[in-house]
């Protein structure tokens, strides 16, 4: 993708993507520990953990895109659509790390986050080698949603605060 869409979002300069909640039937939240720890903007020492998210493909729709992304980092299909962010939510990289993230054609992110209940059993998720595709996790868990904003890295930070605010009332048992 060359640079966001404007009819996908409202913040030029920033790469066009999508985040997932994924809730279990307990309400708790899936989070994935990132492999590579040498990407800065992805984490820091102590802030590996994150919600799935990814790029959104040119003429992809941003639900299209969550479900993809979904699969390509966890291998879970089993996903029932429960509800979609009320806006998109940008977070600016820091300076030195924005040179080096996508070849510094960004100065950030935006996202458009959905909430998703899982409706498969656990042996689905297959974070080692998810649907053929390079392995963005080593590791994953469940979370209760509170937990969130305190294990992505501080400059997310605002982004799954708000993020916590839209779906913590889908955080409940199913």
């Known amino acids: 993708m060359t640079g966001p869409e404007p009819s996908l979002t409202p913040h030029p300069g920033y790469r066009v993507c999508v985040g997932v909640m994924l809730l279990n039937a307990r309400g708790e939240v899936f989070v994935g520990r ?49 509800a979609e962010a009320p806006a998109w939510f940008a977070y600016d990289l820091p300076g030195d790390v924005a040179k080096e993230a996508w070849r510094g054609r960004y100065r950030g992110q935006t996202q458009k986050w959905f909430a ?31 937990e969130l904003p305190g294990l992505i890295i501080p400059f997310k930070r605002p982004v799954y605060e708000r993020v916590v605010e839209a779906f913590r009332a889908l955080a409940t048992p199913a």
């Open 34 to 82: 990132r492999r590579d720890k040498k990407k800065r903007e992805h984490v820091a020492p102590g802030y590996e953990w994150q919600m799935p998210q990814g790029g959104v493909d040119p003429g992809e729709a941003p639900l299209a895109a969550a479900l993809r992304e979904l699969y390509e980092e966890t291998n879970v299909r089993s996903a029932a659509f429960v």
């Open 116 to 146: 998703l209940r899982f409706t498969g059993e656990e042996r689905e998720i297959d974070v080692a080698a998810p649907a053929g595709h390079k392995p963005e996790f080593e590791a994953w868990r469940w979370a209760r949603i509170d």
